[in-house]
């Protein structure tokens, strides 16, 4: 009796303590000719995806505070597009993920919350709990920025954002979308 | 659903659908237009008390739409500040409508700014109910208004804005 009692509390907190993959907030810092903060415009382009809970400025950092929906699924590029389509550009992207025993090894693809990454200039580590990704793709930070990530890695999805033929061994069909983070 | 194709079938009266759909769309998007009456606002300022456009009737009153995040604005701001005592004296005044949604954020760039003039807010940013009501789509804008609270110009800045105010004060 008391060994099948100490199954069940073990079972209970194992149930309790894992972590649903998934997003849950991002900071995205826009750019353009005009204060991006200061135009509804990119306010209403974000607010009309359907995986946005809530869009806040941030002072301090010029940015937007973005919380996504709970069980959400998050549209990384979604994003992108809106600030573009709202006349501006994305200067900088982190994205918060509520990770549970996530191995993430330098210049290696992970699937996450529904999308391929490529973890860029990290060491070997395994991500629990909340952690900050900064997406690092062509079109998510300015072009220097960009170009000194894309020299962080040989393989030619960093250019494209797509798999290449390479990644079929490992699973990932040729042309899927990959994010390039770091941490 | 027959009699609505009933309708269309009519010409007239598909026309006379069509201008009334212009006419909706064009009455939802009108901004407060130059040359009318100001509607009236009715907000709280820093110590929670109402504050009412209309109560300043008399006066000559730059309507200003900011926020502690906007970095236009707080520039704007420090050229307010520096006009302000002066036209003050005169019978100028400034109601300004902060959206931000902390009322921190708010008070501390009003301290940072050195703003002494009228001050009041309304939660919820773009989608504060003022916000809606005066079609506001970016920040700074700005509306004057004469004694009689009739709108000016829209978007003043520096020595227009400066040159209008003193204009109006002579009226």
């Known amino acids: ?183 | 659903m027959n009699a609505v194709a009933d309708i269309f079938k009519n010409k007239t009266m598909t026309q006379l659908f069509f201008i009334l759909v212009l006419f909706i769309s064009f009455v939802v998007n009108a901004q407060p237009a130059i040359g009318t009456q100001s509607p009236e606002i009715n907000l709280k300022d820093v110590n929670g008390t109402d504050l009412s456009l209309s109560s300043l009737k008399g006066k000559v009153v730059l309507i200003d739409f900011w926020a502690s995040w906007c970095g236009p604005c707080r520039k704007e701001n420090r050229h307010l500040v520096a006009i302000y005592p002066r036209l003050k004296a005169k019978g100028f005044e400034i109601y300004s409508i902060s959206l931000d949604d902390e009322k921190a954020d708010w008070k501390k760039a009003i301290g940072a700014d050195k703003i002494t003039w009228l001050q009041v807010n309304e939660r919820g940013g773009w989608d504060a109910s003022v916000a809606n009501a005066w079609k506001i789509n970016q920040i700074p804008t700005t509306y004057l208004l004469n004694k009689e609270g009739k709108i000016i110009a829209r978007d003043l800045q520096g020595r227009d804005l400066e040159r209008k105010i003193d204009e109006l004060l002579k009226q």
Do not use: W
């Open chain 1, 1 to 183: 009796m008391k060994t099948k009692y100490i199954v069940l509390v073990i079972i209970m907190t194992v149930a309790l303590g894992s972590v649903e993959a998934q997003f849950t907030k991002a900071n995205l810092q826009a750019s353009g000719l005009t204060c991006a903060m200061c135009s509804k415009a990119i306010d209403n382009a974000l607010k009309q995806l359907s995986f946005i809970e809530a869009v806040k400025p941030d002072i301090k950092n010029s940015a937007f505070n973005i919380v996504f929906k709970e069980k959400a699924v998050v549209d990384i590029d979604a994003l992108k597009n809106a600030v573009e389509d709202a006349g501006f550009f994305v200067a900088k992207l982190k994205i918060t993920g509520s990770f549970s025993n996530t191995e993430v090894k330098n210049d290696q693809h992970i699937n996450f919350a529904g999308s391929e990454f490529h973890f860029i200039n990290v060491s070997d580590q395994v991500l629990n709990g909340e952690k900050e990704i900064t997406v690092v793709d062509k079109n998510f930070l300015t072009a220097t920025a960009f170009k000194k990530y894309s020299t962080a890695t040989t393989m030619p999805c960093v250019k494209t954002g797509k798999a290449g033929s390479c990644c079929e061994k490992a699973g990932v069909a040729a042309g899927t979308r990959i994010y390039h983070v770091t941490i």
